[in-house]
């Protein structure tokens, strides 16, 4: 028996990303890069996603929105298309930070990495089910970190 639908996006970056899930499963995952026009590439997104899988938004159990770190506009987009579906459809939304989902599933302590802009790279130190304040440093600085570092590529 399939577990609950979930459908989560993000748009914190220069990309357009959903992905759908049931239960464990991934269903599918998909990301387009773009550096504008995500906002009117987001819904048709999901709605492709949803068909190309037999499903419909009244199915969704719950949504996942990316937020953040990243471009305040872009997270601005995801953040009211799942606040708008979730009152709409009567599920809930639930944010999830880029750090939370890089280290979902990693024990122990490790840093997680997210690129910035201009040779910077936003990092969280992680430890469990604790985590410090995130923090921007200079890319060269990953380089001297007192745990293991987990980057996007490392997925």
């Known amino acids: 028996m399939a577990g609950p639908l979930v459908l989560g996006f993000d748009t914190s970056a220069a990309h357009c990303a959903a992905a759908l899930v049931s239960g464990d499963r991934l269903l599918e995952a998909r990301s387009e890069e773009m550096g504008r026009g995500q906002a009117e590439r987001l819904m048709p997104m999901l709605e492709e996603l949803l068909a190309a899988h037999g499903h419909a938004w009244a199915d969704l159990a719950a949504l996942g929105v990316g937020t953040g770190p990243g471009n305040f506009t872009g997270i601005r987009i995801a953040v009211a298309a799942a606040r708008g579906l979730a009152l709409g459809l009567g599920i809930p939304a639930v944010g999830v930070s880029g750090f939370e989902a890089r280290a979902e599933g990693h024990e122990g302590p490790l840093w997680v990495a997210i690129g910035a802009p201009r040779g910077m790279v936003w990092l969280q130190r992680r430890d469990g089910s604790t ?3 995130p923090d921007l440093r200079p ?8 745990a293991p570092l987990l980057w996007l590529s490392d997925l």
Do not use: K, T, V
Request: no cysteine; aromatic share 0%; proline share 0%.
């Open 131 to 133: 985590q410090g304040a």
């Open 139 to 146: 890319a060269a600085a990953a380089a001297a970190l007192d």
